[in-house]
């Protein structure tokens, strides 16, 4: 449940989105010398197969002044506008394209009072060089509809240390022209007069931070000055088209943690007789009595944070109370998440949010401040009362399939929760986010009462799950197999349902690979990250039911598999050990020979005792199970290890590989004799990924799909003529940003296609205005 949210296959991304041509071989089988262009994009309807959240959800903005008009933010798989009429989100970040993958992740939110039409961004998904580009600040005037683009001269972090704190993009509520923006990176406070269009560095602030989660870290990640957090306006000092006086900052500076302008930022000072020793995680005003509410924990968060304070201080006498619910010495905590009821100012709300054990705690004050009440107690430990009751009846496997001892419960009330907001328009809804979805309430009184208000997931339509395989056997009840990061992964039956639960027995944090035997798909295999424990499982009943098998030594992760075609024998790369095989259901692992470590590893689909292998430029071939590999003698192919190749089901040693890094070859290769001679397709520029579906109508070859660059356009591309031509399927408004771990037709039903995202879930398209073809009932909707 721990969320690592570091990117998958990062050095696989800055190298495949650097600019560059592939170089020139000769041309396919059948191919024109002068290859064709892509074909015009077609018409593709798209949804996601449902799993509903899966995702750390760090920040949720209500719009003051239009009742209903609520925005989530997530830390890679971008934004979210609230519809009331269905209470879902819909996705308003899928035009971000491959180059600018990082703009998927979003560190803040800002929605106009003034106009609650306007909406702005600002996105970026690390600081570091894992992430290639500047950050940027997103402006759209139709609430997310569609978007322009303010370039910064710095890179912004949606998913690095201290994302939960903010809100860090602020606009004025009495002259929307202004916005602030708070950057990391050493890089200060900005401001922009012209609603978003050009920004400029407020040379007078005098901090720009100096707190860093681990300054030794030589990544980058963790030794990023987390900079200015937050952003909060005094809107009781201004009036309607006239600049806000008052405007409070945060700063992630342990001793200086909040600075005031009352000039409407001409000059700043650091706010006195503040507290020292933490980081304000948030600032959150109550104008009618005049208070700020300050949140405070000893680091940057999201997971971490060990102690921690609630402050209230008051903006017209400038005194400082510790209003915290707890003595200092009682906190294992910090708190984050913080809200007032605009329609009763009074009250005030706030989280535990890196409580991982038993449970987060809310806790929640009618007088200010003055006396908190939590949502749960101890009655006799390590008995539990609840103020609340949840139903996770809509999203099941929210459970987690967990069995825990008191105090533990399940489902979790939640962790990471370092959002928390009650709508400005009704006292009764709230919403939080946590590591693994949006929980959200209707009925928040009750509390005060001495009832029991409902929890429920709010989550429907957002998707956040990073997608690291997927698998679409050809017969049986299971329609997709996939392997997510964090979550695990899903066996879909319908993909308009969200499955009862994630693969248990065991269940990995994350699941890096998984296969199904071609002629026996009800035998399915799976590798995964998990703390402790087997990190292989199998099912014979694909994937309704999993147990495990045993590790060989030294195993410490996931890696690849591979199924024999008959499901008589398996082949595992796993981290930390070399590759290994077995007949029968892992109970004994030998080390193949002939095959280096780390090798990415497939079967093919005709023949169950050959497999694949590649690594480093080479490829692989054995064909007695995995006891021995023989390196093939084909020269050209990527020399990197960005590469994902998979055999043709039906037609042995038919072996379809993508690829490559830009300063070398890059592209899409086919062979027909098992890997022992490629050809290079000319007309694909790039290719990170390769799939099959069913045939087209009158083809006999199988269609095939790939997240590729055809022609100079990047895209998911289908053809169904053996890669001759391609046509593009989706367009610029869905793109979903890094789409290069994996992808797979539909064997049964022509032209349906299932994309990886990282961070958007797993997509799935079907042409428009025409009725899916297949051999079976299609539960799809």
């Known amino acids: 449940m721990r969320r690592t949210r570091v990117l998958t296959a990062v050095l696989a991304l800055t190298a495949g989105l650097l600019s560059g041509a592939a170089p020139s071989v000769r041309a396919a089988d059948g191919a024109a010398a002068h290859p064709p262009p892509p074909r015009a994009a077609g018409t593709y309807a798209w949804k996601n197969a449902r799993v509903d959240g899966g995702g750390f959800v760090p920040g949720i903005v209500f719009n003051r002044s239009e009742k209903n008009l609520a925005y989530a933010r997530t830390d890679i798989g971008g934004a979210y506008r609230w519809q009331q009429s269905s209470k879902t989100w819909t996705p308003l970040l899928d035009s971000v394209g491959w180059d600018d993958w990082g703009h998927t992740g979003v560190v803040s939110l800002a929605s106009d009072a003034v106009d609650p039409d306007k909406v702005y961004a600002a996105v970026g998904t690390y600081t570091n060089d894992w992430d290639p580009t500047n950050g940027a600040v997103l402006r759209s005037d139709d609430r997310g509809a569609s978007w322009k683009k303010a370039e910064l001269p710095f890179k912004l972090g949606g998913n690095m240390p201290g994302r939960g704190m903010g809100e860090r993009l602020a606009v004025d509520p009495h002259k929307d022209s202004v916005l602030y923006l708070g950057a990391p990176g050493g890089n200060g406070l900005w401001r922009s007069t012209d609603s978003g269009v050009t920004w400029s560095q407020v040379k007078d602030f005098p901090n720009v931070g100096n707190y860093a989660q681990d300054p030794s870290d030589t990544s980058g990640y963790a030794s990023d000055n987390q900079g200015i957090t937050w952003v909060t306006f005094d809107e009781s000092t201004g009036s309607a088209g006239s600049a806000t006086r008052t405007v409070y900052v945060g700063v992630a500076d342990k001793d200086n943690a909040v600075y005031r302008s009352t000039d409407a930022g001409a000059t700043w000072t650091r706010l006195a007789g503040q507290p020292t020793g933490y980081l304000a995680h948030k600032g959150v005003l109550d104008a009618e009595n005049g208070y700020l509410y300050l949140a405070y924990s000893d680091t940057g968060g999201p997971y971490d944070g060990g102690k921690g304070r609630l402050w209230r201080y008051a903006t017209a006498s400038g005194t400082w109370t510790d209003i915290s619910p707890v003595a200092e010495a009682d906190t294992y905590y910090g708190f984050s998440g913080l809200t007032v009821d605009r329609q009763h100012p009074g009250t005030v709300m706030a989280t535990a949010y890196s409580s991982w054990w038993p449970d987060t705690q809310i806790f929640r004050s009618t007088d200010s401040g003055g006396t908190w009440t939590r949502a749960w107690d101890y009655t006799s430990y390590p008995d539990r009362a609840n103020r609340y009751t949840m139903d996770v009846s809509a999203t099941p496997w929210l459970t987690f399939g967990a069995h825990p001892s008191p105090p533990e419960q399940t489902p979790k009330l939640g962790w990471m929760t370092e959002s928390l907001e009650i709508d400005p328009f009704d006292s009764d809804r709230m919403m939080y986010g946590t590591g693994a979805t949006v929980y959200g309430t209707e009925d928040l009184t009750k509390w005060d009462s001495g009832g029991r208000f409902t929890i429920t997931p709010m989550v429907r339509g957002l998707e956040e799950t990073a997608v690291n395989d997927l698998a679409a056997p050809p017969s049986g009840d299971a329609r997709l197999l996939s392997a997510l990061g964090d979550v695990g992964g899903f066996r879909h039956t319908d993909l308009t349902k969200v499955p009862s639960m994630m693969y248990t027995s065991p269940t990995f944090t994350s699941t890096t690979s998984l296969d199904f035997a071609e002629s026996d798909p009800d035998t399915v295999v799976r590798v995964g990250d998990l703390d402790s424990g087997p990190h292989v499982a199998f099912s014979t009943d694909d994937g309704a039911h999993w147990f495990a098998g045993t590790d060989?030594?030294?195993?410490?992760?996931?890696?690849?598999?591979?199924?024999?075609?008959?499901?008589?024998?398996?082949?595992?790369?796993?981290?930390?050990?070399?590759?290994?095989?077995?007949?029968?259901?892992?109970?004994?692992?030998?080390?193949?020979?002939?095959?280096?470590?780390?090798?990415?590893?497939?079967?093919?689909?005709?023949?169950?005792?050959?497999?694949?292998?590649?690594?480093?430029?080479?490829?692989?071939?054995?064909?007695?199970?995995?006891?021995?590999?023989?390196?093939?003698?084909?020269?050209?192919?990527?020399?990197?290890?960005?590469?994902?190749?998979?055999?043709?089901?039906?037609?042995?040693?038919?072996?379809?590989?993508?690829?490559?890094?830009?300063?070398?070859?890059?592209?899409?290769?086919?062979?027909?004799?098992?890997?022992?001679h490629w050809t290079k397709l000319p007309d694909v520029d790039q290719a990170d990924t390769i799939g099959f579906g069913r045939a087209a109508p009158g083809a006999s070859y199988q269609t095939l799909y790939t997240s590729a660059r055809v022609g100079g356009v990047r895209g998911i591309f289908r053809s169904t003529d053996r890669g001759l031509h391609w046509t593009r399927i989706n367009d610029d408004a869905h793109q979903w940003g890094w789409t290069g771990a994996a992808i797979t037709g539909d064997p049964r039903v022509y032209g349906r296609v299932y994309v990886s995202t990282n961070g958007r879930g797993i997509i799935y398209g079907d042409p428009s205005g025409t009725r899916a073809r297949g051999r079976t009932a299609d539960p799809s909707g």
Do not use: C, M, N
């Open 552 to 676: 060989p030594a030294g195993v410490s992760g996931g890696g690849t598999v591979a199924a024999g075609a008959d499901g008589s024998r398996f082949v595992w790369s796993p981290a930390g050990a070399g590759v290994q095989y077995t007949t029968g259901f892992g109970t004994s692992w030998q080390a193949s020979s002939g095959i280096p470590a780390g090798a990415v590893v497939e079967s093919d689909r005709v023949d169950p005792k050959t497999f694949y292998g590649f690594e480093s430029g080479r490829f692989y071939v054995s064909t007695d199970g995995g006891a021995t590999f023989t390196a093939s003698a084909a020269t050209g192919l990527p020399a990197g290890d960005s590469v994902r190749f998979k055999a043709l089901p039906g037609t042995k040693g038919d072996v379809w590989l993508a690829g490559g890094a830009s300063d070398g070859a890059y592209g899409l290769w086919h062979s027909t004799d098992a890997g022992a």
